[in-house]
């Protein structure tokens, strides 16, 4: 066992998880990961379920794959006990640590391999909120309609945020709130964003292009409108923040309207996600940066986005990937314009993330905005550019 994947480190794991859903306004997920590292560090019987997996590179966040795992058991019935403790069950969680950690010691007796196998599955939230921060990079694009491409895509509920209604103004605008000066979107839809705005708003805000057509890439796409795929994204969303499990379900409601076209990559084929590769087709898959390299040859008017991807995505491949984008961006011209939409960690302050958006043919790369995570507050930038 290398120290990388030692009970010790995924204690430290556990930690910075717990750390980063206390940031993100999750006291059960920072009070029950708190408790998982102090059981860890001592071989507790939560590292039975953790160590044939324990090999996840830190990137692939295997404690937030461990809790979808838990979440997806109580909302599909198969853990009432469980469910019991959970707001997005109906269920109150415990006062006490010890009522908490008991009842998680009880999942783990009783869903133990269950527990186990859903650590092969990728972290899929699919947040709704960020698209915020992405319409406004779309926006900032200034063309009049281009073709979505989104990396990592899961669901591709995002891909549909035109759909959304994203309100970017502070209670003190003149225009008010609601505003069709600061509306991206569509004013009638029943998935509503309205991010705390911590610096003014672009005016007058450039309005979304018309979108003519949804592709998403991952290498473990998921159909939302299934079943299956509805409950693996819920499983996700963090069980005591009920507002964005509710956005979710109307975005997901949304997606069975709005078609988008979801591609399946290999990315991760060697990674040991055993269940989802053997789920895939016998003929070889094509990786993202193949598949994109083919979609951008059709050169038309196009914006690529992706929200908190990039760790998930081996690093070698992150380079293939630039590669292929800026080819096609130095093919680019005015009549078939290219940008590129990057919802990433802010590499100045890791508590936040940043937009950044880059164009072509000018290639021009600019902070659009500031972002939270989760999307429940955004700062504009008004274009600072690195050019």
């Not at 569509?186 to 450039?206: K, M």
């Not at 936040?352 to 504009?380: E, F, K, M, N, S």
């Amino acid at each position: 066992m290398s120290a990388a994947s030692s009970p010790l480190d995924w204690a430290g794991r556990c930690t910075q998880q717990a750390e980063s859903c206390a940031e993100l306004g999750s006291p059960l997920y920072e009070r029950l990961l708190g408790l998982l590292a102090t059981e860890l560090a001592q071989t507790g019987p939560t590292w039975e379920v953790i160590a044939p997996r324990a090999d996840l590179r830190f990137g692939q966040a295997g404690p937030l794959r461990l809790l979808g795992a838990a979440h997806r058991l109580a909302l599909s019935g198969a853990a009432p006990s469980w469910a019991r403790v959970l707001p997005s069950c109906g269920g109150e969680v415990p006062i006490t640590n010890g009522e908490l950690i008991s009842v998680w010691s009880e999942l783990v007796r009783t869903h133990g391999q269950e527990l186990s196998d859903g650590l092969d599955y990728e972290v899929q939230t699919n947040e709704v909120a960020r698209s915020a921060g992405l319409a406004l990079g779309l926006a900032s694009t200034a063309f009049n309609s281009a073709r979505l491409v989104e990396l990592g895509c899961s669901a591709g509920l995002n891909l549909r945020l035109d759909q959304f209604c994203i309100e970017l103004a502070s209670t003190g605008d003149s225009d008010g709130v609601g505003s069709s000066s600061k509306l991206l979107g569509d004013p009638r839809s029943t998935v509503r964003i309205s991010p705390e705005l911590r610096t003014a708003a672009p005016h007058p805000l450039a309005q979304l292009p018309r979108i003519t057509e949804r592709i998403g890439i991952d290498p473990h796409p998921l159909d939302a409108t299934t079943e299956q795929g509805r409950l693996q994204l819920l499983g996700f969303v963090w069980p005591d923040q009920l507002e964005r499990i509710e956005r979710c379900k109307s975005a997901i409601e949304i997606a069975r309207h709005v078609p988008a076209l979801l591609m399946q990559s290999a990315d991760s084929a060697s990674e040991g996600e055993t269940q989802q590769i053997s789920a895939r087709p016998p003929v070889a898959l094509p990786d993202t940066a193949e598949l994109l390299e083919s979609l951008l040859a059709d050169e038309q008017p196009t914006v690529i986005q992706q929200s908190i991807v990039w760790q998930y995505i081996p690093p070698e491949l992150r380079w293939r990937i630039t590669a292929v984008i800026e080819a096609a961006g130095r093919r680019a011209t005015p009549e078939a314009p290219l940008a590129w939409v990057r919802f990433e960690p802010d590499e100045w302050d890791r508590k936040r993330a940043a937009v950044w958006l880059r164009t072509w043919p000018t290639g021009t790369d600019c902070l659009v905005a500031q972002v939270d995570y989760h999307g429940r507050w955004i700062a504009p930038q008004q274009a600072i550019s690195t050019r």
